[in-house]
């Protein structure tokens, strides 16, 4: 039938990174909202707060003292999910009940020591300071030879179950493949042996072609809303180059990712004209198993708001029994990322 | 290692009927949480709200007005993500841009003609005829031969997005599997054909044998925290019988769901005294396509709090970018939902 839209008409994506795919409804922006409003999150923080366990000179729970750290200060998670020490170990009862030991190393990263930043208010030098950390940090942790996943990640605002404001994300490693990697290594693996090419770099030149959904890009990065975005106004940036981890990016290409990362969560702060939140972090090769040529350095930001400050998207019944489902097409979303301002609105006159 | 012990050192389990795996961390309970606290939901409604699209007799949004109905009331969903008139069609660009038509029917069913109740504030009676509504709509909805999926569920509370507290469900049937329910097909199918039998009832077999996570039974279902559980208080009902879909439910099984539903969500509501909030569905046998022996009828509860009635889990950075992650094991929550009252606190003296 000629007449389907994928403007107007209800439909499924697919996720070429995952193999899922996602329902868009297109027709149903017009819903009214009665349901649930979030607080908007006070947004006022001094540049150092005492109470504070990231702050420079600060108390953490483990009793240690910070150092009076000038730009990112690192230390491993008081809480962590996964630990150093667990022993090996699994179960397997009739393939009904299966479950492994998991090891790993939990750390956190304070971007700064200012307590009343975020990523969008620190200049692309401070920034790029950032990405050496995110940089030498995978180098380290790949070093230990059992460590298999690096998750390098950030949750930012209270909505997104972050329990500080203090500017920080985490790193999460471990011994074995999560979900999630486990899937878009599949993917890509299998567009590599089919067509000898990076599955990511094919979708690249696809979408720079088209133009619909590229939010912008500068001379290493393109920054875009993917086809098959979940999130209202999810995005992705994407390397030019393929390259499989962090640890591949020259200086010109981290300094071109903290410019990327700055003039998007900027474009996020001035959607609604508040600290936007998102979890957002990088998905890149595994290591310590050997070669993956196919994998395809990105990050993903997944942001939960869908028409104000305070209404986000709830991915709940249907979604969580059923499949992901959006309101907003992917290309309504980079039409709107595009037309926002790369000046702050903190910082406007 | 025999060091290793599920209820104290960190471990991935395998969800056997999708095939993914969760995260989980037993030792991390004792995290102290600084976090978002969510707001307690007002909790004294009227009988009858004269501003409720649901109340009988009231306005909907396309105009009509409900009847004056004693029961259950099932109606279109005014702002349906489905509809029944989209064209055929979709989209292939170089399998990079993939995209298919969706035509379905969504349905809202109201479960009382009062404004003030939830499910378990009713009767087991009044549970059964929703039930009975629940069996007939099915019944309705597969009598459309394109429809090949039928998603039964509720959203309770404003925190599971909500946006209405009268007492309420959704229906979503659809031309195709969506992906949760396409991963359980597969995986149960693998087992029945490995085994010839039911990997739930062998499921079943094995946790009635060890009683680690059953929350209790009654004659035709068993309620318990299933091994690979996900949310904090996590739970599944599972039917005894080998019925593939509610469909095949006699007179005294769909009491006895009544029943199981009444008692877990009243456990629910008395764990922090609180109306609970939940996703819930029911996974059953796709439609109009096909013999699925395989197939075995289950109900999912995904609870979202944690610590209290205003501390949830969230599901953010890591959970989205790798793998679903929990704190509390699903032995743990076992415990404790089996140590609660079937006595709602609300009707106590
Ligand atoms: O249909 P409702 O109750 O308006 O909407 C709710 O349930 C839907 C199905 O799970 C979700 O897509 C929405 O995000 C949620 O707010
Ligand atoms: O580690 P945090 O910031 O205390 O905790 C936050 O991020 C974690 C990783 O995504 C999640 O498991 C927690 O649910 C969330 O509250």
Chains 1, 2 share one sequence.
């Not at 020259?250 to 979890?279: C, G, W």
């Not at 986000?312 to 709107?336: H, S």
Request: proline letters at 6%; aromatic letters at 12%; a negative charge.
């Amino acid at each position: 039938d000629t007449n389907f839209d994928l403007k107007e008409h209800p439909h499924s994506r697919l996720n070429i990174l995952t193999g899922d795919w996602i329902l868009v409804s297109p027709h149903r922006t017009k819903r009214p909202w009665q349901g649930k409003v979030e607080a908007t999150q006070a947004d006022d923080r001094p540049q150092y707060d005492p109470a504070c366990y990231l702050c420079p000179t600060n108390k953490r729970a483990d009793g240690s003292e910070n150092p009076d750290y000038k730009g990112s200060f690192v230390f491993t998670n008081d809480y962590s999910s996964l630990l150093l020490n667990t022993p090996d170990g699994g179960l397997n009862e009739d393939e009904l009940l299966v479950a492994n030991s998991q090891k790993g190393i939990c750390r956190v990263i304070s971007f700064s020591p200012r307590h009343d930043l975020t990523l969008p208010q620190m200049t692309t030098k401070e920034i790029s300071k950032v990405v050496d950390v995110w940089q030498s940090e995978f180098e380290d942790l790949a070093s230990y030879p059992w460590i298999k996943h690096i998750q390098i990640f950030e949750n930012k605002g209270d909505i997104m179950g972050c329990s500080n404001p203090h500017p920080h994300g985490q790193i999460w490693a471990q011994n074995s493949l999560p979900v999630e990697v486990a899937k878009e290594t599949q993917q890509q693996k299998l567009h590599f042996e089919q067509k000898g090419t990076s599955l990511l770099a094919d979708y690249l030149a696809l979408e720079l072609k088209k133009q619909d959904r590229i939010v912008f890009e500068n001379e290493h990065f393109v920054v875009l809303v993917p086809f098959w975005a979940v999130w209202p106004y999810e995005t992705m940036i994407v390397s030019k180059r393929h390259v499989t981890s962090i640890l591949y990016f020259t200086e010109q290409e981290k300094h071109a990712l903290a410019d990327a990362i700055r003039r998007l969560t900027i474009r996020y702060d001035n959607m609604f004209e508040t600290s936007f939140p998102y979890s957002a972090g990088m998905h890149q090769s595994p290591v310590n198993s050997g070669d993956h040529p196919y994998w395809h350095w990105h990050m993903h930001f997944y942001p939960p708001l869908l028409r104000s400050a305070t209404v986000k998207k709830f991915m709940v019944g249907y979604e969580m029994l059923a499949n992901p489902q959006r309101d907003i097409t992917a290309e309504f979303a980079a039409e709107k990322l595009r037309g926002l301002s790369e000046v702050h609105y903190k910082t406007r006159e």
